[in-house]
């Protein structure tokens, strides 16, 4: 028998043990694989492309479309029931000239102004959620904070009425039971939603004849009425995917990154000390590495090749699928020094947790905002805030593109 020890073996990817720590598979792809071609739990073959450099060039890559028309097998990739919803003209799906008309209106309606007067709001609201449990003295930080928080967030700032907003926690909240699961729930659940945006923004149309209006809706068919053209279809796709893409993204920005500050109690005790001294450099720079670190879109989403093209010295044949690893290339010895480190005040740290390139988040101003607050909150009121479950025992969501908790039970002092 040969004692000489060979490369080590390909890992197995999408087992539980990948969901619960991906990080070492990747390190192997990037390794010896960069570019490494997969077939995903659905079944659907696409290539994983995870170093820094590749990565970063490909998310800016006008060759690879981001319409799933390009996919040589349209139809099995994308969000369930999207299709059957009439809700595939949103900023996700499609490419220049529409993604330019569209992002450049939506912009005008979804201004930084915007949201840092919505200031707070988020305070306000992270503050009530915080106050439902603070007298326990535990709480499941997954399901009481960090998934309500985002959706109530966004509801408020499209302008969806307060007393409709628990059906859009329940819609919300069958997508991300159910994400990587049974897909006609979700699918149910995407169609309730198409139904009922496409009647709210009838009703803000008729209603901004009377009244102005300040919602982002609002904002959106004004602008739209003011010479650029949205369809009423484009205005539900844009309604959706705010809110499909700003909810889970932000849920496990909370959630994984509360898990990594217990889980690294020296520099959790560095945020709080500053926190407490009225800094705000720390929590900034804080944030933006447990985006990098362990953040919440595990993979960019879907990209097809127009045609056949090249990829850190690999040829992808034109109708392939291409994902991006944005949890992979954010780990690159390459670009980051000690990656496997988490330091909040990491600096040099042009992470791809937002993407890159004309997709890059729109929503990412609003991301901050809320991951902030949040953070800065729980570490203030509970300033004692500690896991209550063995780290080997929590379970992760299996989905593709996101990485986050099903759960994160803590313990605190309660107060009142
Ligand atoms: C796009 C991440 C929160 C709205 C993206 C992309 C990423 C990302 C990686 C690019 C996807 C790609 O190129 O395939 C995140 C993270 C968030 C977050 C990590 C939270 C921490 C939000 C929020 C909103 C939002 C709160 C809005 C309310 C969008 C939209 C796009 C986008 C509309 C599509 C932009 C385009 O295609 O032009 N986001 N996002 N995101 N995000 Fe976010």
Not at 42 to 49: F, I, K, R, T, Y
Request: charged fraction near 25%; glycine fraction near 10%.
């Amino acid at each position: 028998m040969s004692t000489t020890p060979g490369p080590a073996p390909a890992p197995d990817l999408f087992t539980w043990e990948f969901a619960s720590d991906p990080y070492p598979a990747y390190a192997w792809l990037r390794e010896h694989a960069p570019v490494h071609r997969t077939t995903l739990p659905s079944g659907v073959e696409a290539w994983l492309v995870t170093r820094y450099a590749d990565a970063r060039q490909a998310l800016a890559d006008q060759r690879l479309s981001k319409n799933p028309v390009h996919h040589v097998e349209p139809g099995k990739t994308g969000i369930p029931g999207e299709r059957s919803a009439g809700l595939m003209t949103h900023l996700l799906n499609i490419d220049p000239p529409d993604h330019t008309r569209l992002r450049r209106l939506v912009s005008k309606a979804f201004t930084p102004r915007r949201v840092a007067e919505f200031t707070p709001r988020v305070q306000e609201l992270t503050d009530r959620l915080i106050d439902s449990f603070v007298e326990r003295g535990s709480a499941d930080l997954i399901h009481e904070f960090a998934f309500p928080l985002p959706i109530y967030a966004i509801c408020d700032l499209l302008g969806v009425p307060a007393e409709d907003q628990d059906d859009f926690r329940d819609w919300a909240g069958m997508m991300i039971r159910h994400g990587g699961g049974p897909r006609g729930g979700v699918a149910r659940s995407v169609k309730k939603m198409r139904g009922y945006l496409a009647e709210l923004i009838h009703r803000k149309r008729e209603g901004l004849r009377q009244e102005g209006a300040d919602d982002l809706i609002s904002g959106l068919i004004k602008a739209s009425d003011h010479g650029e053209h949205l369809t009423e279809n484009e205005a539900a796709a844009m309604a959706f995917i705010l809110l499909f893409a700003g909810f889970e993204t932000t849920v496990n920005l909370i959630g994984n990154g509360v898990y990594q500050l217990l889980r690294h109690p020296e520099e959790r005790a560095r945020l709080q000390a500053s926190l407490a001294a009225g800094e705000t450099g720390l929590l900034e720079t804080g944030v933006e590495e447990l985006l990098r670190y362990d953040g919440p879109v595990e993979m960019a989403t879907w990209r097809y090749a127009t045609r056949a093209l090249t990829i850190g010295g690999q040829e992808i044949p034109a109708g392939d699928p291409v994902l991006v690893v944005l949890a992979a290339a954010d780990r690159d010895p390459e670009r980051f020094e000690g990656p496997d480190t988490l330091d909040l005040a990491r600096r040099d740290n042009q992470h791809l947790g937002y993407g890159h390139g004309i997709h890059y988040c729109l929503g990412a101003p609003l991301a901050r905002l809320e991951g902030q607050t949040a953070l800065a909150t729980l570490l203030t009121r509970l300033p004692d805030l500690r896991l209550a479950a063995d780290p080997a025992e929590l379970r992760w969501r299996g989905g593709l593109i996101m990485r986050g908790l099903r759960t994160l039970p803590v313990e605190f002092s309660p107060s009142v």
